[in-house]
């Protein structure tokens, strides 16, 4: 796959030199990200729906556009209220990364797992970006001013790394979820992330509370009506996480197979639409051909 062209998602637009304007370094490209964007949990403001409903946006277009409806003409630098940037997460901060550094013309991408270092003896759900300078790729975490994060236990856990771990019984599961006390997390969240973790791998870079291919329960009900147990058929899931592993080690046929799995295996890939479980509330199917 060639990293340095926007996907569907990430593509700007008629916002691309505004992009393109940016510094072209991991600094540089972060801080106007975070200028951006405001992390509809984490910052503890209480947002009304309408602008708490900007969490659902998929396209880095429609992001930008939202920006400048606000403020029309600024570079994408130039200082904004945090009550007025962008209501997202870590997979939009991201995403906006990569398509800034794709208009630099930059490898980039999103990795998604479940990060080490945001909370003590917990690993929080979480997307970074990764940019490749020309001899390796390098995580970097805008949403935290993190110029490198390791793929790891200690840094960005992938969501292939901690499935493989799970089956292996080498981890707790229920130290894996959107935060410590919170219920949503465990077996059935890795499970999610690790389809999430493919779907981003190809260019499909969906939210993380968009349920498709193989899905979850959690599309039609709620977290605490989960099974106890996942599947028992997981076999296909473990060869995605395996050619997952060896296409982070460079293997290039394993990166070949995972493209091939990928089209070919409807439990993999979403179709024309994804079922959005938005943590605002509403559940809906979204139209994304």
Same mark, same amino acid.
């Given at each position: 796959?060639d990293w340095?062209?926007q996907?569907?998602?990430?593509d700007?637009?008629?916002?691309h030199?505004?992009?393109?304007?940016?510094?072209?370094? /991991?600094?540089?490209?972060g801080?106007?990200?975070?200028?951006?964007?405001? &992390?509809?949990?984490?910052?503890?403001?209480?947002?009304?729906?309408?602008?708490?409903?900007?969490?659902d946006?998929r396209?880095?277009?429609?992001?930008?556009?939202?920006?400048?409806?606000?403020?029309?003409?600024?570079?994408?630098?130039?200082p904004r209220?945090?009550?007025?940037?962008?209501?997202?997460?870590?997979?939009?901060?991201?995403?906006?990364?990569?398509?800034?550094?794709? /208009? &630099?013309?930059?490898?980039?991408?999103?990795?998604?797992?479940?990060?080490?270092?945001?909370?003590?003896?917990y &690993?929080?759900?979480?997307v970074?970006?990764?940019?490749h300078?020309?001899?390796r790729?390098?995580?970097?975490?805008?949403?935290?001013?993190l110029?490198?994060?390791e793929?790891?236990? /200690?840094?960005?856990?992938t969501?292939?790394?901690?499935w493989?771990?799970?089956?292996r019984?080498?981890?707790?599961?229920?130290?894996?979820?959107?935060?410590?006390?919170?219920?949503?997390g465990?077996?059935?969240?890795?499970l999610h992330?690790?389809?999430?973790?493919?779907? &981003?791998?190809?260019?499909?870079?969906?939210?993380?509370?968009?349920?498709?291919?193989?899905g979850?329960?959690?599309?039609?009900?709620?977290?605490?009506?989960?099974?106890?147990?996942?599947?028992a058929d997981?076999?296909?899931?473990?060869?995605?996480a395996?050619?997952?592993?060896a /296409?982070?080690?460079?293997?290039?046929?394993?990166?070949?197979?995972l493209a091939?799995r990928?089209a070919?295996?409807?439990?993999?890939?979403?179709?024309?639409?994804?079922r959005c479980?938005?943590?605002?509330?509403?559940?809906?199917?979204?139209?994304?051909?």
């Amino acid at each position: 796959m060639d990293w340095t062209r926007q996907t569907r998602f990430s593509d700007p637009g008629r916002h691309h030199d505004r992009l393109a304007a940016l510094p072209g370094d /991991a600094a540089g490209i972060g801080a106007a990200v975070r200028n951006l964007t405001v &992390h509809y949990r984490a910052a503890g403001i209480d947002f009304p729906p309408e602008r708490l409903a900007e969490i659902d946006t998929r396209w880095v277009s429609r992001m930008l556009d939202l920006d400048q409806e606000r403020f029309p003409g600024a570079p994408l630098d130039a200082p904004r209220p945090i009550g007025e940037r962008l209501v997202g997460c870590c997979r939009d901060e991201s995403l906006l990364t990569v398509a800034a550094f794709r /208009a &630099h013309g930059v490898p980039a991408r999103t990795r998604v797992g479940f990060a080490g270092y945001l909370a003590p003896d917990y &690993h929080v759900d979480h997307v970074i970006a990764e940019y490749h300078d020309g001899s390796r790729w390098i995580g970097t975490d805008s949403g935290v001013d993190l110029a490198e994060v390791e793929l790891g236990p /200690a840094g960005l856990h992938t969501a292939a790394q901690a499935w493989r771990a799970m089956r292996r019984g080498e981890i707790d599961p229920s130290t894996y979820g959107v935060g410590p006390g919170h219920e949503i997390g465990g077996r059935w969240m890795l499970l999610h992330y690790l389809t999430l973790e493919l779907a &981003h791998r190809m260019g499909d870079e969906l939210l993380l509370w968009d349920v498709f291919g193989a899905g979850i329960p959690f599309a039609e009900m709620s977290w605490a009506e989960m099974p106890a147990e996942l599947p028992a058929d997981l076999a296909y899931l473990d060869e995605i996480a395996d050619l997952l592993l060896a /296409a982070d080690e460079g293997d290039a046929a394993a990166e070949g197979k995972l493209a091939a799995r990928y089209a070919e295996d409807p439990r993999l890939h979403p179709g024309a639409t994804v079922r959005c479980v938005s943590p605002r509330g509403p559940r809906y199917d979204v139209e994304i051909r």
